[in-house]
């Protein structure tokens, strides 16, 4: 039989390739339920209590997994060994680089943030392998206070305002970056700033991709959704689509650009080159340009507009007003190509959402053609307090590891 042609009856699954497969899947249940017994993953998962002690040794010795204590489930028979996943050990790093700041994030197996170091930095026309190797050494100060934790973070994530492609930048407008390998300088760097230790394995993606899988990941569990649009408000706007629990990504891996929807042909020149697209009427920028407030104000810019929207002062009002409609004459179009359950404000809407919000679902209302969209029906909401970008980017390695346990454990025997 070829062996190339796809109609071709895949190949039996060898012992060791099923071991491998439960072990992530013993770990990610122990994981998602954080804590249970041997016995209650056996159950959950449907092998045997046999197998299942034994994959959960191999976790034990390997620092996967620790137990304690007794749990009482309320039937007759022993209580079991409470398990959970491990809080010291392999961890996520993740790296926001942004227009005016850089986030470092260190999380644990279990999904807790350890570390989170904020430099507020105006990145701008810098050359990439400065703001990079700025990056890189908040970075490991990040590593040094995970250590002291006891932690061991097994690979970096970066998270730009960028079309990511190949472990390269494709295009940042905002940052004013175009075909960077993102990837391997940000590696030289931290590196160059750790020549003892063992090389990290480092990884890129858009910011808004990261924010939106932190959503999806940390967000509110009593009314969570597992699609919708997700919309991240900076200097620039990101945006991002989950479907069913996936990350929709596009042919080319770059779907989610809404920023760049052009809402008026005649409008603004925007950094991409096109003119009148949706973040030059509704990004930081103009929000705070519309308000009378000088554009390039950044932190101090949008408390001074939040606290003149608080007050009723009716330039700020009606900026964060026109902002928000043009949002939801764009997003409108989005809910009709995607149906989503929700769209999910983030960055900086998120601060601003009761002033932005009633427009921006006035809009929607009017426009989604289904007739599901009323206002108040809370399709239209903040993002999660407990997820960001770096976040996002710290847990995607994190669930790498969970996925794949063995590998981790054969990379640091190499």
Known sequence: MNSNDPSAAPSKADKATVRRHNLSLVLRTVHDAGEATRAGVAARVGLTRAAVSSLVDQ???????????????????????????????????????????????????????????????????????????????LASRAIESAT????????????????????????????????????????QALTALHPTHRALPVSADNEANLAAMAELWFGDSDDRVTSFIYLTGEIGIGGALVLNGQLLRGAHGFAGEIGHVVVEPDGPECRCGARGCLEQYAGQAALLR????????????????ERRAREGEPQARNAIDAA??????????????????????????????????????????????????????????????????ARGAAARVVREVLADPAAYVERVAD
Not at 168 to 185: D, F, K
């Open 59 to 137: 976790l034990l010795t390997e620092g996967f997994l620790t137990e304690w204590g007794k749990t009482f489930s309320g039937q007759a028979g022993r209580p079991g060994t409470a398990l959970q996943v491990a809080r010291t050990g392999p961890a996520g790093l993740g790296v926001e680089i942004n227009i005016d700041y850089v986030t470092v994030c260190v999380i644990d197996l279990a999904g807790t943030e350890r570390v989170r170091l904020v430099e507020r930095t105006d990145n701008r026309g810098a050359p990439p392998a400065t703001v990079l190797a700025r990056a890189a050494r």
């Open 148 to 187: 002291e934790q006891r932690l061991r973070p097994v690979g970096a994530e970066l998270a730009l305002p960028a079309l990511v492609s190949g472990g390269s930048v494709r295009q940042a407008p905002n940052l004013g970056w175009n075909r960077v390998a993102v990837e391997g300088l940000f590696a």
């Open 290 to 305: 519309t308000a009378g407030l000088d554009e390039s104000a950044g932190l101090t810019g949008l408390a001074e507009l």
């Open 324 to 389: 928000g409609r043009r949002l939801g004459r764009v997003l409108s179009g989005a809910v009709n190509l995607i149906d989503p359950d929700a769209v999910i404000l983030g960055g900086v809407f998120r601060d601003l959402m009761p002033w932005l919000a009633p427009a921006a679902d006035e809009e929607l209302t009017a426009r989604v053609v289904s007739g599901l969209w009323t206002p108040g029906s809370k399709r239209l909401r903040a993002s999660s307090l407990s997820g960001d970008a």
